[in-house]
Structures are given as C-alpha cells and as structure tokens.
Nanobody, 122 residues
Framework: QVQLVESGGGLVQPGGSLRLSCAAS????????MRWYRQTLGKRRELVAD???????CYSDYVKGRFTISRDFTKNTQYLQMNSLKPEDTAVYYC????????????????WGQGTQVTVSS
C-alpha cells in the first residue's frame, strides 16, 4: 500500500517562506512525475508545480520565480520551497505522484496525499 504524507504547512506572514515536504512510502518500484496542487474553498484544485524523473520542473504562472520544486530520489520525497508568500497563496496544498508499485509492475497510477494547510496572513 502506498502513502503520500505532506508536512510543513502552517501560518506565515506575507513575504515569508515555508517548505513543504511530501514523503512517499510503501511498495514503490519507481516514481515518475511528482506534483504539487493547491485548492481554496469554492475553487477548483490547481496545479502549482511538477517535476519529472529527470528533474525537469514546471510552474504555474502564479508561483513562477517564488516557488521551487525539488525531489530526493533516495528518500522518495519531494519538496516545495515557497518564498515571498502572498495572502493569495493561502490554500490546502496537496502532493501527488505517478508511480509504479512492486504489486502492479505493469501499471502506473496516480497517488495523492491528504493535504496540508498553508495560511499567509498578517
């Protein structure tokens, strides 16, 4: 069974920084793309950033230049460094990963974490 667990959310003042982590565990054979999404009440979940197995990253226009996604292959963990935070960055942040397990070696599935709240407010 695969689990993705986020950590690092919290309350921060505008202009501050936070670093989110997402650790994947379980019978994992390979992790391909890892992603961060966010969602605010009443809005659709939006993609914030993603990073491929080769380390190529993409960002939404809203966070480009302020957020950095990275991953540690040895720990099956991805990170989201968030700098120059704005009140409009307030949301529940979710991590996701496309991965293959030892139990289903021929299938790539997307797994999700439970979300972590980020609040940017003075």
């Amino acid at each position: 069974q695969v689990q993705l667990v986020e950590s690092g959310g919290g309350l921060v003042q505008p202009g501050g920084s936070l670093r989110l982590s997402c650790a994947a565990s379980g019978s994992i054979e390979s992790i391909f793309i890892m992603r961060w999404y966010r969602q605010t009440l009443g809005k659709r979940r939006e993609l914030v950033a993603d990073i491929t197995h080769g380390g190529v990253s993409c960002y939404s226009d809203y966070v480009k230049g302020r957020f950095t996604i990275s991953r540690d292959f040895t720990k099956n963990t991805q990170y989201l460094q968030m700098n120059s935070l704005k009140p409009e960055d307030t949301a529940v942040y979710y991590c996701a990963a496309d991965l293959r397990t030892h139990d289903e070696p021929g299938t790539i599935r997307e797994y999700w974490g439970q979300g972590t709240q980020v609040t940017v407010s003075s």
